[in-house]
């Protein structure tokens, strides 16, 4: 299994990101995906999960109306537009899937917002 993201950097509050996690070694259509994210000193925290047809989400109350998470079963990949960035949005965002017992983490990519 691997997860690969991408898309992070430094961004002014307000503005946008798209994130992208690509997927490997594993029957990506077939598991659930998610995207966390941990800030320094905090602890690592849910922010959205997509069901694997793509038809479940759910969002962390803090990003409801500002993140959207997508996937693209042809491409084995899973997005998340971030819009509407705020400071409190600083982290690094993983990857996660669902696949075995324990799940599987991509390295993660760091999302800085600063003005």
């Known amino acids: 299994v691997q997860l690969v993201e991408s898309g992070g950097g430094l961004v002014q509050p307000g503005g946008s990101l798209r994130l992208s996690c690509a997927a490997s070694?594993?029957?990506?259509?077939?598991?659930?995906m998610r995207w966390y994210r941990q800030a320094p000193g905090k602890e690592r925290e849910l922010v959205a999960a997509?069901?694997?047809?793509?038809?479940?989400?759910n969002y962390a109350d803090s990003v409801k109306g500002r993140f959207t998470i997508s996937r693209d079963n042809a491409k084995n990949t899973v997005y998340l537009q971030m819009n509407s960035l705020k400071l409190e949005d600083t982290a690094i965002y993983y990857c996660?899937?669902?696949?075995?017992?324990?799940?599987?983490w991509g390295q993660g990519t760091q999302v800085t917002v600063s003005s």
């Open positions: 996660f899937t669902t696949r075995g017992s324990l799940g599987s």
């Open positions: 997509i069901s694997s047809a793509g038809t479940m989400r």
């Open positions: 070694g594993f029957s990506f259509s077939s598991f659930d």
